[in-house]
């Protein structure tokens, strides 16, 4: 009976634990970034060990504040950040800066170009025909096909945007601020050896650097 009551008190504690997480905590795989560390690293609090390094980051509080030219942050491969055939969801709190785009695209997070083999994924701002408009655009690319949905709402306007790409067994879903639009097209599985990049397309080349300020960006991906 003492055992009975230790086993039902553990999974009581697990379930109060897993309750009072965070809604934005990975729990199965990915990683986790709220950008309010003081270790010059950005730390991955997922504990998948996925960390990054800022380069002409500058940080303020809890944001990351990008320039738009040169600004990046690169966490080395690995495993966990790659979903296969699971769902995966990137996240991300971002201010994009309040004036025309200077380039076709503000990359949030990515891993892999469209050229690399394994297929790659992406959230970034895409500029409209109006250099003062940009979108939520989610792109997957997998062994089945490359799938991506556009959201309608401008983001690059000085506010704040919770901005979700979702990736599921049979579409694609790009979300903001609680708003979803959809792509039924599954993209299939997803694993490459690239680099993930928040801010930035590449390191070397620079290109469709980040103009503005996040708060957390993760990839969650499920078991």
């Known amino acids: 009976m003492k055992h009975k009551k230790l086993v039902l008190g553990t999974l009581v504690v697990a379930l109060a634990l897993l309750m009072a997480s965070p809604a934005w905590a ?12 003081t270790s010059g ?12 390094t ?5 940080q303020k509080g809890s944001t990351y504040v990008f320039n738009g030219s ?5 966490v080395p491969d690995s495993d966990s950040l790659d979903p296969l055939d699971k769902d995966i969801t990137l996240t991300a709190r971002v201010m ?3 004036a025309p785009m200077d380039d076709d695209s503000y990359d949030v997070v990515r891993k892999g170009l469209t050229t690399t083999p394994g297929g790659d994924y992406k959230m970034e701002i895409k500029r409209k025909a ?25 983001v690059v306007d000085g506010n704040w945007h919770t901005l979700e790409c979702v990736k599921t067994s049979n579409s694609v879903v790009a979300r903001v601020d609680g708003n979803s639009y959809t792509n039924a097209q599954a993209a299939g ?24 300020s996040m708060d957390f960006v993760s ?5």
């Open 96 to 98: 994009v800066t309040n």
């Open 26 to 37: 990975v729990l199965n795989g990915g990683a986790n970034w709220q950008m309010n560390e």
């Open 130 to 154: 109006d250099p003062t408009v940009g979108k939520l655009q989610c792109v997957f690319k997998g062994n089945v096909a490359a799938v991506q949905i556009t959201a309608r709402p401008d």
């Open 70 to 74: 040169t600004s990046r942050v690169a």
């Open 219 to 223: 990839i969650d991906i499920a078991q």
């Open 189 to 212: 599985s997803i694993a490459n050896s690239s680099n993930v990049m928040v801010g930035a397309k590449t390191a070397a080349p620079l290109d469709d650097v980040f103009d503005g």
């Open 54 to 58: 800022p380069t002409d980051v500058v």
């Open 41 to 52: 690293q950005m730390i991955d609090s997922s504990g998948q060990g996925n960390n990054g």
